[in-house]
């Protein structure tokens, strides 16, 4: 269903109507640093998110480690993951906060992944789009 129109003109996007003002930022990041993005997103006004522990590995693919003198491959590795939905707005500021908690400079720091979100329904009161996720 087209439930929003984009008018593109010279240099400009012109955004008539509908819920694509919101999006999925989804951010793994190493575990130690839960408390600190958390403290980040809440200083930025970004107080809504859900937090799962996963597993998983980026460019390194893991690591070697040696456990009672056999080393081990490790190809997973702990990490927090971080959903959070927000309108469009926030997007940079939940960016800025998740790199500010989570950055310190060494491989495995994490990744973010901003997806488009098609709607969000707050439960007990049938609210949608932006006026649900805020
Ligand atoms: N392309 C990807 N798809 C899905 N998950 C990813 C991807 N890249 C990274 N991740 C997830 O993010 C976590 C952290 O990634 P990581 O910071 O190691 O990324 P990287 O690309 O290896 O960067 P760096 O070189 O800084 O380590 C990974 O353990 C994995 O869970
Ligand atoms: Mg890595």
Request: glycine content about 12%.
């Amino acid at each position: 269903m087209l439930s929003s129109l984009v008018v593109l003109t010279p240099g400009m996007a012109v955004y008539l109507k509908g819920e694509e003002y919101m999006k999925m930022v989804i951010a793994v990041v190493k575990p130690e640093k839960l408390t600190d993005v958390k403290q980040a997103l809440v200083d930025a006004d970004v107080g809504k998110m859900t937090v799962s522990s996963v597993i998983g590995c980026g460019s390194q693919g893991g690591y070697a480690e040696s456990y009672r003198g056999v080393i081990t491959e490790v190809n997973l590795l702990d990490k927090v993951r971080f959903e959070i939905a927000v309108n469009d707005e926030f997007v940079q500021p939940t960016i800025d906060a998740i790199i500010k908690g989570a950055r310190t400079g060494a491989i495995g720091d994490g990744k973010i992944f901003v997806l488009p979100l098609e709607q969000c329904i707050r439960v007990r009161t049938g609210e949608t789009g932006g006026k649900a996720i805020g």
